[in-house]
């Protein structure tokens, strides 16, 4: 006897349908699952054995040969632990093959026969979407989210209440579709008294999603302002809240709660962190901090200590905008469209730009520590924005503009910039190349300066880039120890 | 590749030179020939990890020299040393830097563009013959050749029992002037220099001090410079010391944008500089940019 379930496959950011065939013929009983299954996906066979078992179903006393197709394509996870048991099911004639036949299903059964979340569950609702399949059984716990793709979802509790529902018994209560509403806030630019000059920096990177570097001594708030940074973001679209929560589904940390994930994201993975934990990779492939920032922010703090090829390993998704990592079947592609903050002491004691302390690093350990950050990866941040240690009159500061105000301004400006680009003129080019004449400035760097010079005329509103928006674009120019 | 050299006693080998207790035999040049010592030599020294006051003091004491047509000598080392050459070729002046080195090595490396820069319009020297490698030991002699090159030396920033003193010794050994910047007494940067005005060293209020003792012309001042009336208000706030954006922002009460865009005007017009997150006045000065839009 023979019975079929549908399923999904995630490859990166995608699902392929995945026909699971369970076959059972006469002969000494056993179960072998075939069809290129990985080692958490071989190990279905004593889930859905004692899931069966604990849903008081009975396992049938058969050969029982459960065939995934393609065989081509690898099967990853436990997300085919529900379609193997229902497949059985149905073959055993248990549930109507029919009624199986009408749904997608996936997630994870523990051994006492409850249903577990798995990862993509909204990729894989929206390629059972695709293919005409109108429900997906899925456990409880992942039904607002299968919700976001436009499928009915089935929410289910334990293998009982599936068999149930598939014989026509039990009816699950519907899911309420999850509501794009603020889950929470980002912390707020009104907490952060003076630092006038940062603050400024931050409005500009929000608009033209620059890339930025902190540098100044420890505790003048560097940290504290790159967190604020999404706050003051454009407000991400339908369609972006969907890829955004897309990657985080995949990777697997989507809160269950809240699945939509409707503002910008922020991400600050540890100095420590392995470069596949930032750019991707590992089974799965798994997306990295780089991807799950997208349309976000990715805060490096302390930029230097981070290891050397995971800096080198960011240049590739800086420059794309995506990451491409290789796996046995091609090639899995995430998105990866982030603002970069890196944030860095400027010498390795600390002390420089501390008018109270001297610095006491010698001429070698300094170069040394310029030396760790790459020209390639230095080249990559349009802004470079000190933050020297006040002398302690900025505490009597008044408390600062609040992030929604700032935002205000950056929605519309970033809208102009994306419509049309502000042109520059002579007098803009005369004063670039009297900076270049005048100044330690490349011609890498006069490039980086135009482009900040747009975004801040952009902000005035302005059609051109003007002698003053140069000026002020030219303020936040690398220090020639940093970008000669 | 082979060098030209000037031998003890023989056709273009530098007087002063010659005064030393115990002069090189032999100095190998790199770029140019010795006429440039024709020109009156000053050498500016001091600490290779400096502060950035120290490297602005550094930067525009050799320019100022150069300005006025004096030549400007030093090691070629980090901080100070860099500086200096950098000032005076920053003022189109001639520099020499002398190294501790084999004369085809570029010691330290990171200055390998600076000296390739000095060999083009002044001269590299040493006493090195090719493939020397650099060594602590050399630089005490190595600064011998400093000091002895140059009518007076001048000692920006230096910790206690430095390189720079020792080539302030040297000089002092020459009966030639001694400058010294002075500094903040709870500096260590200072320490050294400041000692040396306690033995005797002439204090460097500014570049005039040392073409003064030299006999040369101050070069004419820059015009009043046409600034706008931010940059006018910054400025006249930096007056008071080093300050932040931000302290620039609460003194002026100028937005942090329009401040900015001052402080561009100032560091383009040579009127200020900025360093790790401070901005400082200098005392130069060129025709500033119309930034006002
Ligand atoms: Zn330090």
């Known amino acids: 006897m023979l019975a079929r379930a549908v399923t999904h496959a995630l490859v990166g950011l995608e699902a392929r349908p995945v026909e699971v065939e369970a076959h059972l013929q006469r002969g000494v009983p056993g179960f072998a699952i075939v069809g290129l299954p990985d080692k958490a996906c071989q190990e279905a066979k004593e889930r859905v054995r004692s899931g069966i078992a604990s849903a008081e179903l009975e396992w049938p006393l058969r050969r029982i040969t459960v065939n995934l197709a393609p065989a081509g394509l690898r099967k990853e996870g436990s997300g085919y632990d529900l379609p193997i048991a229902l497949a059985v099911l149905a073959a055993s004639r248990q549930i109507p093959p029919e009624r199986l036949a009408e749904h997608a299903a996936v997630g994870e059964l523990a051994l006492d026969g409850r249903l577990r979340p798995v990862p993509g569950i909204i990729v894989a609702a929206e390629a059972a979407r695709r293919a005409g399949l109108g429900l997906l059984l899925c456990p409880l716990e992942s039904a607002p989210e299968a919700a976001l793709a436009g499928i009915e979802p089935v929410p289910l509790r334990h293998l009982a209440e599936a068999s149930a529902y598939l014989q026509g018994r039990f009816r699950p209560a519907p899911v309420e579709p999850a509501v794009a509403t603020a889950n929470g806030s980002w912390p707020d630019l009104a907490d952060v008294r003076g630092q006038e000059r940062a603050r400024r920096a931050l409005e500009i990177v929000a608009t033209g999603g620059h890339n930025v570097l902190l540098g100044g001594p420890p505790g003048t708030g560097k940290t504290m302002l790159a967190r604020r940074l999404p706050g003051i973001l454009p407000a991400l679209t339908l369609d972006q809240a969907l890829e955004v929560t897309r990657i985080h589904s995949v990777a697997g940390v989507l809160p269950s709660t809240h699945p939509l994930i409707d503002r910008p994201p922020f991400r600050a993975p540890h100095h420590t962190a392995s470069a596949a934990a930032v750019v991707g990779g590992g089974r799965g492939p798994r997306p990295g901090e780089v991807s799950l920032a997208h349309h976000g922010v990715l805060l490096l703090d302390e930029l230097p200590e981070f290891q050397r090829p995971v800096l080198e390993a960011l240049r590739q998704p800086i420059e794309d905008g995506s990451v491409a990592l290789a796996r046995a079947a091609g090639q899995a592609v995430f998105p990866a469209r982030f603002v970069l903050v890196g944030t860095m002491n400027l010498c390795p004691c600390g002390a420089r730009g501390d008018p109270s302390v001297e610095c006491r690093c010698t001429p070698q350990k300094l170069a040394a520590y310029g030396a760790k950050l790459s020209r390639a990866l230095l080249d990559r941040f349009d802004l470079v924005v000190h933050m020297p240690r006040a002398r302690g009159r900025e505490l009597d500061a008044a408390p600062g503009e609040p992030s929604a105000e700032i935002r205000a301004r950056v929605e519309p400006a970033s809208g102009r910039l994306r419509e049309s680009r502000p042109s520059l003129g002579k007098e803009g080019r005369d004063l670039l190349t009297r900076a270049v004449d005048t100044l330690p400035l490349s011609a890498r760097g006069r490039a980086r300066v135009a482009r900040v010079a747009a975004t801040v005329a952009g902000l005035a509103g302005a059609e051109s880039i003007e002698p003053a928006h140069i000026a002020e674009a030219l303020s936040y120019r690398a220090p020639p120890e940093l970008a000669p | ?293």
């Open chain 2, 1 to 293: 590749m082979t060098y030209p050299s000037v031998s003890k006693g023989g056709r273009g080998y530098p007087p002063l030179l010659a005064e030393l207790h115990d002069p090189p035999a032999r100095l190998f040049l790199r770029g140019g020939s010795m006429d440039v010592m024709a020109l009156p030599a000053v050498a500016v020294v001091g600490a290779r990890s400096c502060s950035s006051y120290g490297a602005q003091v550094a930067r525009e004491v050799a320019r100022e020299l150069s300005a006025a047509g004096a030549v400007v000598v030093s090691g070629l080392a980090r901080g100070i040393d860099g500086e200096a050459h950098r000032g005076a070729l920053a003022a189109g002046g001639l520099t020499v830097a002398v190294l501790g080195c084999g004369i085809d090595r570029d010691y330290p490396r990171a200055h390998a563009e600076l000296a390739r820069r000095i060999a083009e319009s002044g001269l590299i020297v040493s006493e090195y013959p090719p493939g020397v490698e650099p060594s602590p030991w050399r630089f005490p002699a190595r600064n011998r050749i400093v000091a002895g090159l140059a009518r007076a030396t001048v000692v920006v920033e230096a910790r206690e029992r430095s390189g720079a003193l020792i080539t302030a010794d040297f000089a002092l050994e020459l009966g030639r002037e001694v400058f010294a910047v002075p500094g903040e007494i709870t500096s260590a940067l200072s320490a050294g220099t400041n000692d040396l005005i306690r033995q005797g060293a002439t204090p460097l209020l500014s570049a005039g001090d040392v073409l003064d003792a030299l006999g040369l012309e101050r070069a004419p001042p820059a015009p009043p410079p046409d600034l706008s009336p931010e940059g006018q208000a910054v400025l006249a706030c930096l007056s008071s010391g080093a300050l932040t954006l931000d302290e620039i922002v609460r003194a002026t009460r100028v937005g942090s944008a329009e401040a900015a865009v001052a402080l561009t005007e100032l560091e383009l017009a040579g009127l200020a500089v900025h360093a790790d997150g401070l901005y400082r006045r200098t005392t130069g000065g060129r025709d500033p940019p119309a930034v006002a839009g």
